[in-house]
């Protein structure tokens, strides 16, 4: 994992798989309700991008659009 520590000071960490998804759970954890779903709604929002551009069909299925800043 890569931190920022400033603009110019890049840290590496090694650290076991194990150590990574304790040390995200516990942010996750330390954030509000609203800002976890916020942070859900942003991964589905960049996720969109990893499969490139697709244009689905048109149906009668119920959307949420969020436009994120």
Do not use: C, H, Y
Request: no cysteine; proline share 3%; hydrophobic share 35%.
């Amino acid at each position: 994992m890569i931190e920022s520590t400033s603009k110019l000071e890049m840290e590496i960490k090694f650290q076991t798989k194990e150590e990574s998804n304790r040390q995200q759970e516990e942010a996750f954890l330390k954030l509000s309700p609203s800002e976890r779903v916020w942070r859900f709604f942003e991964l589905m929002q960049k996720s969109k991008s990893l499969f490139g551009d697709q244009n689905p069909t048109k149906s009668d299925n119920f959307v949420i659009n969020i436009e994120l800043k």
